[in-house]
């Protein structure tokens, strides 16, 4: 007996050992993959030899297990103290809340478009269900035009949405995880939920794919409680779950893999539990279908998936594209983005699992495939290999397709940790675990705010999120002169693009914008323009302040912040563009939602509507027909309108020297040769008449 024990105790040890190396050398390859200075050639011998061969070993290994730890324990005796949740509970509300208007600086032009769109739903409510040419749900965007309502600084309003739906998630992942995982298991999952990289880089997101996760705990919190529930109870939370799976077609695109998921988890449950199955079925089918009225309704009232066919193999922009590269990036992007892209605007360096959590994922992934004939095994890795479809089937990568990935990711991480468990004993073990998870904490909070520190000696980390640094920089002078001077009329989004963020970020001091905000009396004008309009607005206001906002990163250095005093003999021209505004943020709305059915009919209605605002005025008229011709371009399919708005930009405009460039362009695509070589003449002409470089 004595001989069998020491066996038993000499393969735990030798178990042991093998964990803990396995574990160092893939986390130590980990931070050479995510955060090395290798080529390609090495990084994939480090892949080979420091990943797949561990893991290799490690499910190799002579060890038998068993993932019913994991789970709850009527016979556990030890139960975390509620005050060790609590703790966790405030830490996360903190890591959200916090500082959350300046933490990270500036806004995506992304989130600019769904700013403006809460905005205007603030202003005015029109029970619209997709939103911007992403034809996006309307649930986040509902709730932030309550901020914009009710509440400022804009960016508060920005942010904070996506920081109260982020502290949900994590509220309603830590009363399910406590349903259904033992004590131990339960504080890893909500604390990954609570404080790992991905989590809080969507809290701090205004983009309605941060409601995806938030859904998604909805859904599995009301399955959970029906699996428990017996009698009455079921047949009511039956009810919920296809409530709760209705209700995730007002959060994002990628919602329908979610729904299939949790219908297809439903009618498992319901196949292996005595009762009345059919009754449970109807009522899950009519809270499913009474859910998802809204969203049929409003198909077939303002249609629907223009934008998923344009991105999709098939059709779209991106016929050529590769699609399995595309796929490895999404998959890259998860664990150590080997490739440098920056997904969305998340840090390029490493993917959304940092080297610790990344090798706690390969582990679990070694202790599903160990008990890959449990049911729940192969539900969780189908959720996996599921909710990755949005995004192996788009020609482009935005990792906010595949967002719905992250309580399925979080869970397999989670499940890694059962070595861990498995050799570790009482004191040891939670002081092995509190260090892991600080560490890993740290490590992903430096990762989420490093991109926006030291900005004036690092702008290429700042640039790399994507964000707009020369709005950023106008943002910080604009702030400046309204606490000096009051609110004033800030002209922030007639150049091209317009991402939106300085018309979002400026609406509470805009007069321009905001509606209890009067023009008449503002003191001073502010309008980011292109920087070859800068000799002609010169000219004609001769005490006009600039700002060059981007010549320091951008070889064509094109933009410029202009200031204005307004005055007696400027006052006119001051409240006309002031007037004038509307119409730019009209045709914002059209390039913005160049999918809906009559966009085109409503965007050349607002032209001719809105044309006596900037009539006469040359600089308004270049800076419109260069917007109008914007428009044509990106809705496709219209060339001669793009054409002849370039045209109008130019001859009743400033002859601005891009403007005679995009001319010479379009020109030339039209077979006009003569013209266009005529347009580039004039293009030197103004280049050496009105020399816009500083």
């Not at 809460?118 to 409510?125: C, F, P, R, T, V």
């Not at 089937?393 to 990792?399: G, K, R």
């Not at 397999?412 to 570790?424: N, R």
């Not at 260090?435 to 290429?460: A, F, K």
């Amino acid at each position: 007996m004595k001989t069998r024990d020491s066996k038993q105790e000499m393969g735990r040890a030798g178990s042991s050992r093998l964990f803990w190396l396995v574990f160092t050398v893939l986390t130590f390859s980990n931070f050479l993959l995510s955060f090395g200075p290798f080529s390609t050639g090495v990084k994939l011998w480090i892949l080979l030899g420091g990943v797949f061969f561990p893991v290799f070993l490690w499910a190799n290994s002579k060890r038998t297990s068993s993932l019913e730890v994991v789970f709850q324990d009527p016979k556990e005796s030890s139960a975390i103290p509620f005050g060790v949740w609590f703790l966790l509970l405030g830490a996360a509300f903190l890591s959200r809340f916090w500082n959350i208007d300046h933490l990270f600086l500036w806004p995506s032009g992304d989130e600019g478009l769904k700013g403006a769109a809460a905005i205007e739903l603030s202003q005015k409510w029109d029970w619209r269900f997709f939103y911007t040419v992403g034809q996006n749900p309307p649930a986040f965007i509902w709730l932030c035009s309550f901020f914009f309502k009710f509440l400022k600084p804009a960016l508060f309003d920005l942010w904070a949405p996506a920081a109260l739906v982020s502290f949900l998630a994590f509220l309603l992942g830590w009363l399910t995880a406590r349903k259904v995982f033992s004590n131990f298991f339960s504080l890893i999952f909500v604390f990954l939920l609570g404080f790992s990289y991905w989590p809080l880089y969507l809290g701090h997101r205004c983009l309605p794919a941060v409601s995806v996760p938030l859904g998604e705990m909805l859904l599995l919190f009301s399955l959970v409680h029906f699996l428990k529930s017996k009698g009455n109870r079921k047949s009511f939370w039956a009810l919920v779950s296809g409530v709760c799976l209705g209700l995730l077609s007002f959060t994002y695109v990628s919602w329908p893999v979610v729904g299939l998921w949790g219908a297809g988890v439903f009618l498992y449950m319901v196949f292996l539990t005595r009762g009345p199955r059919r009754i449970w079925v109807f009522l899950f089918g009519v809270g499913a279908f009474t859910a998802l009225l809204p969203f049929l309704l409003a198909v077939f009232r303002e249609g629907y998936g223009q934008h998923i066919s344009a991105l999709t193999p098939w059709s779209g922009w991106f016929r050529d594209r590769n699609l399995f590269a595309n796929s490895f990036l999404y998959l890259d992007s998860l664990f150590w983005n080997l490739s440098g892209f920056a997904p969305g605007d998340a840090l390029s360096k490493g993917g959304f699992l940092n080297p610790f959590l990344c090798s706690f994922f390969l582990l679990g992934t070694v202790e599903m495939i160990r008990s890959r004939e449990k049911a729940w095994v192969r539900w969780l890795a189908g959720a996996f290999l599921l909710f990755l479809i949005p995004g192996f089937v788009s020609l482009n990568v935005q990792t906010f397709r595949v967002v719905q990935l992250l309580p399925p990711l979080l869970l397999i991480t989670t499940l890694g940790f059962k070595p861990l468990w498995d050799f570790t004993r009482g004191r040891q073990r939670w002081i092995i675990l509190a260090g892991i998870l600080l560490g890993s904490t740290l490590l992903d909070t430096g990762r989420l705010t490093l991109p926006y520190q030291e900005i004036s000696t690092h702008p290429e980390r700042f640039l790399g999120t994507g964000k707009s640094l020369a709005r950023y920089r106008a943002f910080k002078v604009l702030t400046e002169l309204k606490e000096k001077l009051g609110p004033g009329i800030v002209l922030g989004e007639w150049d091209i693009p317009a991402d939106r963020t300085i018309e979002v970020a400026t609406y509470f001091f805009n007069a321009a914008c905001h509606p209890s905000l009067d023009p008449t009396l503002a003191s001073w004008l502010a309008v980011v323009t292109d920087n070859h309009y800068t000799p002609f607005l010169e000219k004609r206001f001769p005490g006009v302040q600039w700002w060059d906002l981007d010549s320091d990163f951008s070889r064509d250095g094109n933009r410029a912040l202009g200031i204005i005093q307004v005055n007696p003999s400027n006052r006119g021209t001051v409240l006309k563009w002031a007037s004038a505004d509307r119409a730019f943020r009209d045709m914002n709305w059209a390039i913005d939602h160049v999918y809906e059915r009559d966009c085109l009919e409503v965007a050349d209605r607002k032209i001719r509507e809105n044309y006596p605002l900037i009539k006469g005025d040359p600089f308004l008229e270049s800076c419109f027909w260069e917007k109008a011709a914007y428009f044509y371009y990106y809705i496709g399919g219209h060339f001669p309108e793009h054409l002849h708005a370039t045209e109008l930009a130019v001859s009743k405009g400033y002859p601005a020297s891009h403007l005679y460039k995009k001319l010479a362009e379009l020109r030339g695509l039209a077979g006009k040769k003569d013209l266009a070589q005529a347009a580039l003449k004039k293009e030197g002409e103004s280049e050496r008449l009105f020399p816009w470089r500083r």
